[in-house]
């Protein structure tokens, strides 16, 4: 765990900031069909099966997604 970032991302906060980044509805099918180089060519679904960290999901989704950094 990193000093910038002291508290783990878990699913349903991940879930949730989705669906404040994304139109109402959207986060499920967006997280189902966007693939993400950052998280080796997988959907945000494929990574959570995958066993990746939400942490690490999240910072793909705040850079395809060119969020502001506050949301970070």
Do not use: N
């Not at 180089?37 to 999901?57: D, M, Y």
Request: glycine share 6%.
């Amino acid at each position: 765990m990193d000093a910038s970032y002291p508290f783990p991302v878990r699913e349903a906060e991940l879930w949730s900031r989705l669906g404040q980044v994304l139109p109402e509805g959207y986060s499920r099918v967006w997280a189902d069909q966007v693939v993400l180089a950052e998280l080796a060519g997988r959907t945000v679904s494929e990574a959570l099966s995958a066993g990746l960290p939400c942490k690490r999901i999240w910072r793909a989704v705040w850079s395809q997604l060119e969020l502001p950094g506050e949301l970070r």
